[in-house]
């Protein structure tokens, strides 16, 4: 997972990742999901929901992995035909609100359509095998004994029945467990 994780060069990892099936000796990949790939992939799902777009692109890296597909379709331009020429992530618009409990917090403001007009150059521009390649990304492996994830998993949830939420950002239930798992 992380595939798209603050990376300069995200777009090249993700087509990387997705060449490696065909190497030779390799016979089998199985990537997973981490988080940065489910905030996109729920942004793609979701498009009304921007808390997904202005989280991810704003705080979690998404404007560099955004960027890495700018400069990879200009490299590229047989595989895709991604642009953000017009668009600058560096000023997505946003808005105060008074959050529950009276304090305030920002979301993102799509009134200058802003957003849907980001979604439809990502939509329309990032190349499908590797939006194919999001959407296929596993949850979790399980091979014999070992349990494989991007983040961990909840040690107070059996093995096949882990949340999307704990496979991909669980961190201190899972490290700090002492005793038996589910």
């Known amino acids: 997972g992380d595939f798209i994780d ?3 060069n995200s777009a090249q990892n993700v087509e990387a990742f997705i060449n ?3 190497e030779p000796g390799v016979d089998e990949v199985l990537p997973h999901i981490g988080n940065h790939e489910l905030w996109l992939t729920e942004w793609l799902a979701h498009p009304d ?9 704003a705080n979690r890296g998404g ?16 595989l ?10 560096s000023r997505m618009p946003v808005k105060e609100v008074v959050a529950q409990g009276g304090g305030k917090r920002v979301e993102a403001d799509n ?20 939006v194919d390649f999001f959407s296929s990304l596993r949850r979790s492996t399980r091979i014999g004994d070992y349990f494989f994830s991007h983040a961990g998993a909840d040690p107070k949830v059996r093995l096949d029945q882990q949340g999307l939420g704990a ?16």
């Open 20 to 22: 490696r099936k065909n």
């Open 111 to 130: 009134s200058g359509g802003f957003y849907t007009r980001l979604y439809e150059r990502v939509i329309q521009g990032l190349p499908r095998e590797h």
């Open 167 to 182: 496979l991909t950002w669980i961190r201190h239930p899972y490290l700090r467990h002492q005793g038996d798992w589910l």
């Open 6 to 8: 603050k990376g300069r």
């Open 63 to 78: 404007a560099i992995a955004l960027q890495s597909y700018d400069r990879f379709a200009k490299s590229n331009p047989e």
């Open 49 to 57: 929901k921007l808390k997904y777009a202005y989280d991810w692109i």
């Open 80 to 89: 895709s035909d991604f642009s953000l020429d017009g668009i600058d992530l």
